[in-house]
């Protein structure tokens, strides 16, 4: 009998579980939908640019601070080979 329980009660978690991955996907689709929606009005589409500005923003910041990295890397290592004794 315990048995019997305890398989029906994994049954009903496995559906659980199946029906909350499918509230979940189609969350996802229909917040995909909703953007689409949104990206096809003007605001939408300022929006998007705004989105994409500020990260073309960080991506410039990423690199100019890799730059900096690299070049006081240089440097130190130049002043490495000035200060050794030959």
Do not use: H, W
């Amino acid at each position: 009998m315990t048995q019997v329980l305890n398989t029906e009660a994994d049954k009903a978690e496995q559906i659980f579980e199946a029906q909350a991955i499918l509230a979940v996907a189609e969350a996802g689709a229909n917040a995909l939908k909703i953007i689409g929606q949104v990206a096809n009005t003007v605001e939408g589409q300022r929006a998007i640019q705004l989105e994409l500005a500020g990260d073309a923003m960080e991506a410039k910041k990423a690199i100019a601070k890799e730059s900096l990295r690299l070049f006081y890397c240089r440097m130190a290592k130049l002043r490495l080979r000035v200060s050794l004794p030959k």
